[in-house]
Structure formats: C-alpha cells, structure tokens
C-alpha cells in the first residue's frame, strides 16, 4: 500500500515569509544607520534614531530575526527530508514560528528605547532572553524528536550541523545572558570586569561560529548537491570538517580582545585557534564548490546556484581574512577601524546572506507546490543588485579601514600623532556615502526576492496556504549515505 503521509511544510512557509520579511527589515535599519555616518542630521536628534541605539536592531535583525527564521525553517525543511519523515510535535514547531517572532519584535522595539544590556550581539533584556532561551529548547526538542523517528538509519551530514548549532547556541545564550533583574526592564550580569568581556567574547565569537557558521553550513550542505544535482563532493571530508570545526572554534573568541587588560596568553590561544580555524572553515568551502563539478554549467541558467558558489567564495575569502585578522600584528592596525565592518560584512551579506538567499530560492518552489520561481528574471536582477551592492560596501569599508589604520600609527619625528581622530574621520566621510550606497543596492534586491516569493506563493495563498503536499517516499534500505537524495 502507498504511504499517504506528507510533510509538513505549513511552518516551513511561515518561516519563509519571516525571512523574507526581516530580511528587507533588518538591512535597511542597516542602511538607515550607516547613512547616518555620512550625514548625521539623519538622526534628526531624536535619541532612539540615533546610530548608537539602532545598530543593536540592525544586528539583532539580520541576524537572529532573519538569519534565524531562515535557519529554523531550512532546518525543518532539511530534517524531515533526509529522514523521510514528518516534522514531530507540529503544534511545538508552529509554536517556535510565534514565540521567534515575538522575540524578535521585542528585541527591536526595546532595544532601540535603551532598554539593553550592551552586550554584542545579546542586547535584549532578561525577560527578552528567557523567550529566547524557551523557543530555543522548544526548536531543539522538534528537531531531535524528528531525527528521532527518522525511517532513514544514517543520519545526513546537513543534520549533523544543524544539530550543533541548535546545542551550543542553546549553551552560549543561557550563560552569556545570566543576570539579576532589578526590575522589568533593567538587569545586571553575574560577571564583572575582565571576566564579563571574557565570556561576552566566547559567546559572541561562537554566535558567529555556530549561527553564523556551522547553521549556514548544515544548510549548504543540503541545498548544494540538491541544486547541483550531484553527489556531494566528498562525504567523508565533510565529517572530517565538522569535527574540526566544532573543536577549534570554541577556543577563538580571544582574539576580540587583543591588546586588552585580558590575559596575554589567553589572546595567544585565541590567535593559535584561529589560524588553525582556516583548516576546516576551507576544508568545507572547498568541498561545497568541488560539488560543482561537472555541472559549471548552471553558472549560466541558474540564479540560485550563482548565489551559492559566489557564497562559498566570500566564505573561504572572509575565514581567511578573520585568521589573519587575528594575529597581533596584523589586529594592531585593524583593531577599532571599519576593516574589521568590512570583514564583518564579507562574511554576513556575502557567506550568509548569499546562501541563505540561494537556499530559499531552491526551496521555495517545492515548499509553495510550485515548478519554479513566479520570476527567473528577478531572480537574476536580485543576483546582481545584491553582487555589486556587496562589493561596493566591503570594497568601501576595506579602504576606510585601512585609512583608519595607518592614520592613527602616523607619528612625526617627536613622536606625536600626525593626524587628530579627526582628520581620520574627514578623510573616509566619502567611503561611508559609497557603503551607503552598496547597502541600498543590497535592500533593494531583497525586495525583488519578496515580490518574487509573493507571487510564487500565489496558488498557495489561495488555498489558504495550503499546497498540494509532498507525499513522504519510502525509506531507501541501505547503509551508506545517500549525498544527493531522491526526494523533493
């Protein structure tokens, strides 16, 4: 008899609309922000517009509002298709998709009226974090329960990622957010001093390896071969990376901290990590472009594939910048300067944001029960504004960056500086209105991938968000790994 049971896509489209959504919301808090730079009459002398309070919401937005509902719903998506089941506990997973997004619009509205704890990348107040921490645990419990009552035995590389990522930023969320509330919208964290910037470190480093990282990665493992529709390149060298990756990278949040009142040896750790980090980070941009092997072709015809590879390009690209970024001598002149924003942002809008973007785009029409994208075209333009925007942003900020740098070690025969901060300022004024610029070219290509998903979705909105379902194939009964599964 067949099997009738079909996936369940309903919280895997929400979570698309989310990204979508957050993404356009998220970057142009961004843009807003950074054009403040360049012409600070923006603020308007209104507190909460100011850059200060909206750079936590520009953070706050991309990554966890967008990169997060991103992660959640390709995880959802992944996990039920490379077990040939459904999603367990679907009134939890729905409930994740709320309590996510209410968390989100929490953290955006309170942080931008001052209420925080001005720690990087964990600004929201305690009651905002204890959201975070149950939808957390909640999304946890669904996707194990599912990898639980998977009909498949082997468990796909993809889920190995997404299983890590989902464990230690349960781990560095709760102990990094520990505090006492002295009220409903004020507390203070138990640690203090060195130790506080110690542990704020480790957890922001590591939100940068295990969400901006090891999740991104479990999601281009899927969608790689899938798009590629070829095995992945090497399935062994893919568990070799993901042991060596969640090893190393623990270890290297030190190097945030060179030339501070921490520890001299402690930063030395954190250098030595972080060079070794350049192994495993190459090790999978390599096996995910060597994937295309035999299928370059693709490049010409299809958009989400130019996303994925340009994706994994600026990966191996930024990972080698960060390693480097991170011995002393190098950190002493990018310390401080937009060099480090640019890196920052080589990593975000051209690894994350690129294969997010490329992922979505393979998925999208299988989850909505279309053939295709409403618009190859779209597709195309929004490559390209989102190509050259990047560019111009990163390209920009290295230039300010370096700028920075070498005019704050300038010194004349006496000693003294050569240049005030200042001069430093006037002279990359321009640069800030070319990231600008870059950052509406990126905003705008996230509206045509909106408009494109709207009308992609249309059939499913008229059916209430109810498209044809995906029956669940029979479990293929063999023991070695699948890499390109014959599924939708």
């Not at 082997?154 to 930023?169: E, G, L, P, R």
């Not at 964290?189 to 506080?196: C, F, K, L, N």
Request: hydrophobic share 55%.
């Amino acid at each position: 008899m067949p099997n009738t049971e079909t996936y369940n896509d309903d919280v895997v489209r929400l979570f698309l609309l989310a990204a979508a959504v957050w993404g356009i919301i998220g970057m142009s808090i961004g843009v807003y922000a950074g054009a403040e730079l360049a012409w600070p009459a923006l603020n308007f002398d209104v507190s909460w517009l100011s850059f200060s309070h909206l750079r936590p919401s520009h953070t706050f937005g991309v990554i966890f509002a967008f990169g997060g509902s991103a992660l959640m719903g390709t995880c959802y998506y992944v996990v039920q298709r490379t077990g040939h089941t459904r999603l367990a506990l679907g009134k939890l997973a729905t409930f994740t998709f709320w309590g996510w997004q209410l968390a989100c619009v929490l953290a955006m509205v309170t942080v931008p009226l001052g209420m925080t704890q001005s720690k990087e990348y964990a600004e929201p107040e305690w009651f905002v974090d204890i959201i975070i921490a149950v939808v957390w645990v909640s999304f946890g419990t669904v996707f194990f329960a599912t990898l639980a009552r998977r009909r498949i035995q082997h468990i796909y590389v993809a889920n190995w990622y997404y299983a890590a990522f989902i464990i230690a930023v349960g781990l560095l969320h709760i102990v990094n957010n520990l505090a006492l509330p002295v009220s409903l919208t004020k507390s203070y964290p138990i640690y203090s001093g060195v130790v506080d910037a110690m542990v704020q470190w480790w957890y922001g480093h590591n939100a940068v390896a295990f969400f901006l990282t090891a999740g991104f990665l479990g999601m281009m493992y899927y969608f790689v071969p899938r798009q590629a529709q070829q095995p992945l390149w090497s399935y062994r060298f893919s568990i070799v990376n993901f042991w060596a990756l969640i090893s190393v990278y623990m270890w290297a949040g030190a190097h945030h901290l060179m030339f501070t009142a921490l520890p001299d040896w402690v930063q030395s750790v954190g250098m030595a990590f972080s060079l070794v980090l350049l192994m495993p980070s190459w090790g999978s941009a390599a096996n995910g472009l060597m994937t295309f092997q035999g299928s370059w072709r693709k490049l010409k015809t299809d958009p989400a594939v130019k996303f994925m590879v340009i994706a994994l390009v600026f990966y191996a690209a930024s990972t080698f910048e960060g390693s480097m970024m991170a011995i002393k001598s190098v950190n002493s002149l990018s310390h401080y300067t937009d060099w480090t924003v640019a890196h920052v942002h080589s990593g975000s809008i051209g690894w994350v944001a690129m294969i997010t973007i490329g992922s979505l785009y393979a998925m999208a029409p299988r989850a909505l029960g279309q053939p295709a994208m409403y618009s190859h075209r779209g597709m195309e333009v929004h490559f390209w504004l989102h190509m050259i925007g990047l560019l111009l942003y990163v390209i920009s900020m290295w230039l300010a960056g370096v700028t920075e740098g070498m005019m704050w070690r300038a010194t004349g025969a006496d000693g003294s500086l050569t240049y005030s901060f200042l001069d430093s300022l006037i002279a990359i004024k321009p640069l800030y209105a070319v990231r600008a610029l870059g950052g509406v070219l990126v905003v705008s290509g996230m509206v045509v991938m909106a408009w494109n998903l709207w009308h992609t979705a249309a059939d499913a909105r008229a059916h209430l968000i109810k498209p044809i379902p995906v029956p669940i194939p029979e479990p293929v009964m063999h023991q070695t790994p699948a890499p390109l599964p014959a599924y939708p």
